[in-house]
C-alpha cells in the first residue's frame, strides 16, 4: 500500500502504549499494532507474536523493545528482531509517519530501522 492509512492522532497513542489496526482497516492480512515509545516514536509491527497467539500490543515497552504479555518474548521495535527468547522468529515491520500529527501507517512496507517517526 503505498499511499499509507491514517491510524489517529499522535494524541490518540498515548506514550508507552500501542493501538492496534485490524486488517479490515489496514487492508493487510494480520493486524498491526502501532506503539509510540516514552521518547514520542511511532512503530509498528504485526501485533501478533511469532512465539504464540498473544497480542503484542497488550506488552509492555520497555525502551523502544516491546515484551510479548505471554512468555515474555522481547523484540525490538524499530527492526522487528528478537532480543529474547522463546520466540526465534523476528516480527514482521510497517512502515510509521507522522505527517501534520496524524500517524500514518504503511501496512506491508518494511520501516526504516534508522528512522525515529514522531520525533
Do not use: Y
Not at 525490538?76 to 510497517?94: F, N, Y
Amino acid at each position: 500500500m503505498s499511499e499509507g492509512i491514517v491510524v489517529g492522532g499522535t494524541e490518540d497513542i498515548e506514550e508507552g502504549t500501542a493501538k492496534v489496526v485490524e486488517p479490515e482497516e489496514s487492508g493487510f492480512d494480520e493486524p498491526i499494532a502501532v506503539f509510540r515509545t516514552e521518547t514520542g516514536c511511532f512503530f509498528a509491527l504485526n501485533d501478533t507474536c511469532t512465539h504464540e497467539e498473544a497480542s503484542l500490543a497488550d506488552g509492555w515497552i520497555e525502551g523502544e523493545d516491546v515484551e510479548c504479555p505471554l512468555h515474555s518474548s522481547m523484540f525490538s521495535l524499530r527492526s522487528g528482531k528478537v532480543k529474547g527468547l522463546p520466540a526465534t522468529e523476528d516480527a514482521r515491520t510497517h512502515r510509521v509517519e507522522v505527517r501534520d500529527g496524524q500517524v500514518v501507517l504503511f501496512p506491508g512496507t518494511d520501516a526504516d530501522p534508522d528512522a525515529c517517526p514522531g520525533q
